[in-house]
C-alpha cells in the first residue's frame, strides 16, 4: 500500500453517503441459487434441482404459514406482557422450512435463538420455544428427543458445538449430518471462524448455515464483510454457495446436497441464504432509527410465503379450500400457543438450585439448605400471626 | 504390588493412559499433544497407543478446542482438552463459562457435559509472560464448574481418574513447577473423594490452609516452624470448587489460628472466600484473623522478580508469626 493510499483510507469519509440504508446494495449477485422467483415463477438452476409433488409443495406452504402465525402470535403475547422478549423471524421463513426439511430425523441442528421455523420441522412444540422468552427456563426441552439443541443466545459459540458433534459423528461411523445456523452478524466472531478452521481440518460432516438476514441488530452487512460471505468458505477449503433464502425450494435444495456431501464424508460446506429480517430484531429494538421503510418495502415483494402461494395457484397445487382450511389451523394454532404460555406456572422457588451440577455439589447443598429454612421462617411467621 | 515412586508428571500420564484404556469415549484434545506429547510431556506416548482419532492434535485456537469438546460430549464422549499453559486459557473463557458450565442447567438436566480441562498454571519456572499465573478463582467463582488441584503424585493419579469420570466439567489444575516431583501411588487403593481436603500435617497451633504448588511450601514452613517449637498443621484443600469448608472448620476451631497461602492474587482469591468462611463458622474459636499469603494486585512479574512475588518458605513464616502474636 502505499502513503499516499493509506492517507486516503484514513481520511474521514462522510457517513451519510457510504452508510445510507436506502441506498444499501440488495443486489444478491448472478451467484444466487434460486428456483422459485419472487413472482412465483419455477426457474431451473444447473447445479440444483428439485422436484417435488403438489403435496410436499402444499407442505411446506403449510410450514411457512404455521410458523408464521406462530411467530406473529408470540410478538402479540410480548406486547401483552406474557413474554418478557421474542425474536421474531418474519421473513426467513423459506430459509429456516427449506433447511428443516432438508434434514433427516438422525440429524442434529445447533439453532441460534431464532430459529423457531426449523425447531417446528423438528417436531419441537412450539409452546416449548417459548419458555425461556417467558422467563421460566432457559430452555425448556430436551435436545435429545428431536435433535434440535437448546438456542445459543451468545452470538456464534454454538458453531463450534456443532463441529465438535460432527467430529463425534464421524467418529461414530454414522452417516448423519449436522447443521449450525448462525447470522450475518456471528460471521464476525471468532468461534465462527474456528468452527469453520476445525470442521475444515478435521472434515467434519456439518453444514454451516448462514441467514444473511441484512442486520445484526443496528449493524448492517458491510459492518461485518467486504466480501459476500459465502466466499468466506473458499479460504478455508470448502464450499460456499449462496441462496435465495426467501425461495423454500432452493433453500432445501441447497441445504439437501450440502447434507449428503457431508453424509458422504467430503466435509462442510457454508450455506448463506440471502434473506431479510422484516421485523426487529427483537421486541426491545426499533428498526426506524436505522433503517429505511423502502428497504422493507423491496424485501415485502420478495416473500417467501407470497411467493410460493402464487406458484401453487398457478400450478394448480392447491385449491381454495387447503388455503381455507390452513387459515382456520393457524387460527388454532395461534389460540393453542396463547393458552399455553398464559398457563406456564413460574418455577418453584427451590428449583433455583436444581440442576447446576450433575454429580451434585456442597457449597450449593449448603446454599440450598440456608434458602430452604430462610423459605420456611416465612411459614412460622404466617402460623404465629393467625 | 501396586505402589509405585513417580513424578506427578508420569502419575498424570499413567491415570491419562488409564482412561483411555478404560473408556473409550475419553478423548484427548489440545496443541501438540500428540507425537510431541505435550510441551510437558504429560501426553507423551498416549497418541502412539491409542491413535490420533483418540488423541488429537488440535489447530491453535483455545475456544476451538473447548467449544469442539463440548460438541462431542454432547454427542457422548468424554473429551480431556490440555491448554498448553494457564495464560493461553483466556480465548477459550466464554466458551467455558457460557457454555460448558450453564449448558447442564440450561438443558433443565438433560444432557451432561464430561469435559475435563487441564491447565498447567503457577509461577517459579523462570518462564516468559503468561506462562506462569494462577486464575483458578477465575473459575471457582464460575457455578457449574468444578475446580481442582492436586499437591502430588498420587493425587495426580487418582484426582485426574475422579475427574474424568465426573459428570461436570472439571477444571484441572497442574501445579507445573512441581510435575517433576516425586511421590508413591498406590495404583489399587482411592485415596478419598475428589473434593475432600486433606491433613498433609498434623499440628496444634496454627492451620496453614493451601493446595496445588503452595502445598510443598507450607510443609517445609511447618518443618521449619516445629524448629522453633510450633506445632503447625496442614491443610491439603485439593478442591476450590467446591472447598471441603469442614474440613477447614474443624481445623480451625482445633487450632484458632488460620493462614491461607496460594499463588494467585489475594484480592478477591480463594483466600479470602476461606477467610470469610472461617469468620461465618467459628467466629468464637479464632484467636487471630485469618491472615492470606499470596501473589500481589500486580500482572504476574518477570522470572527475575518473580521470587519476590510468589510466596515462599520465609513469608509464609512471617504470616505465621504475626498470626501466632495476636
Redesign the interface.
Given at each position: 500500500m502505499t502513503v499516499e493510499s493509506t492517507a486516503a483510507a484514513r481520511k474521514p469519509r462522510r457517513a451519510s453517503k457510504r452508510t445510507s440504508a436506502a441506498k444499501k446494495p440488495q443486489s444478491a449477485g448472478p451467484q444466487l441459487v434460486q428456483l422459485l422467483t419472487p413472482e412465483g415463477e419455477r426457474v431451473e438452476h444447473p447445479d440444483y434441482s428439485i422436484d417435488l409433488s403438489a403435496e410436499e409443495l402444499r407442505g411446506l406452504y403449510r410450514d411457512m404459514v404455521l410458523t408464521r402465525r406462530f411467530d406473529a402470535e408470540a410478538t402479540a403475547l410480548q406486547r401483552q406482557g406474557e413474554l418478557g422478549l421474542w425474536a421474531s423471524l418474519l421473513g426467513q421463513e423459506a430459509a429456516q422450512i427449506g433447511s428443516g426439511r432438508a434434514l433427516r430425523d438422525d440429524d442434529y441442528v445447533f439453532p441460534t435463538y431464532r430459529e423457531h421455523g426449523v425447531a417446528w420441522c423438528r417436531g419441537v412444540d412450539p409452546t416449548n420455544l417459548l419458555g425461556m422468552f417467558r422467563g421460566v427456563?432457559?430452555?425448556?426441552w430436551?435436545?435429545?428427543s428431536n435433535n434440535f439443541?437448546?438456542y445459543?443466545i451468545?452470538i456464534g459459540?454454538q458453531?463450534?458445538?456443532?463441529?465438535?458433534?460432527?467430529?463425534?459423528?464421524a467418529?461414530?461411523g454414522a452417516d448423519s449430518a449436522v447443521i449450525a445456523y448462525f447470522g450475518d452478524g456471528a460471521s464476525s466472531q471468532?468461534?465462527v471462524a474456528?468452527?469453520f478452521?476445525?470442521s475444515a481440518?478435521y472434515n467434519a460432516p456439518v453444514v454451516f448455515f448462514c441467514q444473511n438476514n441484512q442486520w445484526a441488530i443496528s449493524e448492517p452487512t458491510e459492518r461485518q464483510t467486504r466480501v459476500p460471505l459465502y466466499q468466506r468458505a473458499q479460504g478455508y477449503g470448502f464450499p460456499g454457495v449462496r441462496v435465495d433464502g426467501n425461495d423454500v425450494l432452493a433453500c432445501l435444495a441447497v441445504t439437501r446436497s450440502a447434507l449428503e456431501r457431508a453424509r458422504r464424508g467430503e466435509g462442510p460446506t457454508l450455506v448463506e441464504a440471502f434473506t431479510y429480517r422484516m421485523g426487529a430484531h427483537t421486541t426491545s429494538d426499533d428498526p426506524t432509527k436505522y433503517r429505511a421503510d423502502e428497504e422493507r418495502a423491496a424485501w415485502e415483494a420478495k416473500d417467501p410465503i407470497l411467493r410460493l402461494r402464487t406458484y401453487l395457484e398457478k400450478a394448480g397445487h392447491a385449491d381454495e379450500a387447503f388455503f381455507t382450511e390452513l387459515e382456520a389451523e393457524s387460527e388454532t394454532l395461534g389460540k393453542r400457543v396463547r393458552e399455553a404460555v398464559r398457563a406456564m406456572p413460574d418455577p418453584e422457588p427451590m428449583a433455583l438450585f436444581?440442576?447446576?451440577?450433575?454429580?451434585g455439589?456442597?457449597?450449593?447443598d449448603?446454599e440450598r439448605a440456608q434458602f430452604a429454612a430462610y423459605q420456611a421462617s416465612f411459614a412460622d411467621s404466617a402460623e404465629e400471626g393467625k | 504390588m501396586a505402589v509405585e515412586k513417580m513424578s506427578i508428571a508420569k502419575a498424570l500420564n499413567e491415570s491419562l493412559r488409564l482412561a483411555l484404556d478404560s473408556d473409550p469415549k475419553v478423548l484427548i484434545m489440545g496443541e501438540d499433544v500428540g507425537k510431541l506429547g505435550g510441551v510437558f510431556r504429560i501426553t507423551d506416548g498416549l497418541q502412539k497407543d491409542f491413535g490420533e482419532d483418540r488423541v488429537i492434535d488440535t489447530p491453535l485456537a483455545e475456544s476451538g478446542i473447548v467449544g469442539t469438546a463440548i460438541g462431542l460430549a454432547l454427542r457422548g464422549y468424554r473429551p480431556i482438552v490440555e491448554i498448553q499453559f494457564d495464560g493461553f486459557v483466556f480465548p477459550a473463557y466464554d466458551q467455558i463459562v457460557t457454555q460448558l458450565a450453564k449448558m447442564h442447567a440450561r438443558a433443565l438436566g438433560k444432557v451432561k457435559l464430561p469435559v475435563v480441562v487441564r491447565i498447567p498454571y503457577g509461577g517459579g519456572i523462570g518462564a516468559v509472560e503468561h506462562h506462569s499465573e494462577s486464575p483458578e478463582a477465575l473459575f471457582a467463582h464460575v457455578a457449574g464448574l468444578k475446580v481442582v488441584s492436586p499437591s502430588n503424585a498420587s493425587d495426580a493419579y487418582w484426582m485426574m481418574q475422579q475427574a474424568v469420570q465426573s459428570d461436570d466439567p472439571v477444571i484441572f489444575f497442574e501445579p507445573k513447577r512441581r510435575y517433576w516431583d516425586k511421590g508413591e501411588v498406590d495404583t489399587e487403593s482411592i485415596p478419598g473423594p475428589l473434593h475432600k481436603a486433606v491433613t498433609a500435617r498434623e499440628g496444634g497451633d496454627l492451620t496453614l490452609v493451601a493446595y496445588g504448588p503452595m502445598v510443598k511450601v507450607c510443609l517445609e514452613a511447618a518443618a521449619a516452624a516445629q524448629e522453633e517449637g510450633k506445632s503447625i498443621e496442614v491443610l491439603d484443600l485439593r478442591s476450590m470448587a467446591p472447598i471441603d469448608f469442614d474440613a477447614i472448620q474443624k481445623s480451625a476451631e482445633k487450632t484458632g489460628r488460620v493462614v491461607v497461602v496460594h499463588e494467585a492474587p489475594v484480592f478477591y482469591g480463594s483466600g479470602a472466600e476461606i477467610a470469610a468462611r472461617i469468620t461465618e463458622r467459628c467466629f468464637y474459636h479464632l484467636e487471630a484473623p485469618v491472615l492470606r499469603v499470596g501473589g500481589y494486585h500486580v500482572p504476574y512479574p518477570p522470572a527475575r522478580l518473580e521470587d519476590e512475588y510468589l510466596p515462599g518458605l520465609d513469608r509464609v513464616l512471617d504470616a505465621v508469626d504475626r498470626s501466632l502474636a495476636f
Open positions: 427456563n432457559h430452555g425448556g430436551d435436545p435429545n439443541h437448546l445459543t451468545v459459540s458453531t463450534l458445538h456443532a463441529t465438535g458433534y460432527a467430529m463425534g459423528v467418529k461414530d471468532g468461534d474456528e468452527s478452521t476445525f481440518v436444581e440442576h447446576a451440577y450433575a454429580d455439589n456442597s457449597l450449593v449448603e | -
